[in-house]
Nanobody, 115 residues
Framework: QVQLVESGGGLVQPGGSLRLSCAAS????????MEWYRQAPGKQRELVAA???????NYADSVKGRFTISRDNAKNTMYLQMNSLKPEDTAVYYC?????????WGQGTQVTVSS
């Protein structure tokens, strides 16, 4: 059974930091491209950051220079380090695993940036 489990969300003040984790099981993690998405209330889900199986990364313009995506294949885990958080970063954050034929989603973790 494939599972992607996000953790690390919470409430943080503007300017603060959080690190999200996405732990994968049931897949050969190292061959999957992995992505972070977010969805704010009333808005469409959007791609935040992506990392290929080889470690190449890509970011949405809104988070460039503030967020860092990484992966640890030995731990079957992907991370999203989020710094200089803004209220507009408030959303449910989802991880997604992209294989050659199949795609898997996690259940999401809430990030709220507020004073």
């Amino acid at each position: 059974q494939v599972q992607l489990v996000e953790s690390g969300g919470g409430l943080v003040q503007p300017g603060g930091s959080l690190r999200l984790s996405c732990a994968a099981s049931g897949i050969i993690f190292s061959i999957y491209a992995m992505e972070w998405y977010r969805q704010a209330p009333g808005k469409q889900r959007e791609l935040v950051a992506a990392i290929t199986s080889g470690g190449s990364t890509n970011y949405a313009d809104s988070v460039k220079g503030r967020f860092t995506i990484s992966r640890d294949n030995a731990k079957n885990t992907m991370y999203l380090q989020m710094n200089s958080l803004k209220p507009e970063d408030t959303a449910v954050y989802y991880c997604k695993g992209v294989g050659r034929l199949l795609v898997y989603w996690g259940q999401g973790t809430q990030v709220t940036v507020s004073s």
